[in-house]
């Protein structure tokens, strides 16, 4: 019925711990008396505190990502099983040594599904030589459309000319826009006030600004795929 020292009974703090363990805080506080339980916020965050980690066994396959606590500034390393999708910690910070010291100390990870990032790649190194480095799907996916976007962009004056393109009321309204926005910005003028003076979005500004020439111009095309192409 209780537990020493206790002033609720063991299934009230079953019920308390299930709440906070979902919402936990301020959320908490809002719900508990709503259930006629009667906690404040930092009761239920003594609760939340008070609850065990679960034990859980070093995965065979180990992923490894970086996330911003705060974008710029501070960040962490989230270590999960590749297998399941259960977390199985968060390392402080997501420097080489931090993630070494924890694959030493947690031996039997066979393989390592991380990004690109050497940090973590000379991390695994360090740790255990023996240990196989993947990339998650993710990444890769990522990588491969960026490289395919560059070359999509390097190859669309290709386009412009197989295409044809350059022909019809289309085509010439892209290279009088072309040639609008362009010598607004020899002129000195920013891509707002290029926006403001022909009345276009500012995207679509962005697209005749970052095509270097009229015949890289292709109806439809975004500007970001233009616009990763430059220095």
């Known amino acids: 019925m209780l537990e020493r020292y206790q002033r609720r009974t063991v299934r009230l703090i079953e019920q308390l711990r299930g709440v906070v363990r979902e919402l936990a805080g301020r959320a908490s506080a809002r719900l508990l008396p709503v259930m006629g ?16 980690l679960p034990e859980r066994t070093v995965p065979r396959v180990l992923g490894i990502d970086d996330f911003a606590l705060r974008r710029g500034r501070q960040y962490a390393t989230v270590l999960i099983d590749a297998d399941s999708g259960v977390r ?8 080489a040594s931090v993630v070494a010291d924890w694959l030493r100390g947690h031996p039997g990870v066979e393989i ?7 940090t973590y790649a000379q991390a695994v190194r360090d740790a255990d030589p023996a240990v196989q480095q993947v990339a998650d799907r993710w990444h890769l996916w990522h990588g491969l459309a960026e490289a395919a976007a560059k070359e999509v962009a390097a190859h669309s004056a290709c386009w412009a000319g197989a295409t044809g393109v350059q022909d019809g009321p289309l085509a010439r309204t892209n290279i009088e826009r072309w040639h609008q926005v362009h010598d607004l910005l020899k002129q000195g003028h920013g891509l707002l006030e290029c926006t403001r003076r022909l009345n276009l979005s ?24 233009f616009c990763r192409s430059l220095p």
Do not use: E
Not at 88 to 93: F, S
Not at 112 to 118: A, H, K, L
Not at 213 to 224: H, I, K, M, N
């Open 112 to 118: 390592v599904c991380r990004d690109g990032s050497n």
């Open 37 to 52: 339980i009667a906690a404040g916020k930092d009761t239920a965050v003594r609760a939340l505190l008070g609850i065990a």
């Open 202 to 225: 500012l995207n679509t500004v962005k697209r005749y600004a970052c095509a270097t020439a009229v015949d890289r111009l292709r109806p439809g095309a975004s500007a970001w795929v």
């Open 88 to 95: 199985i910690d968060v390392l402080p910070g997501r420097g």
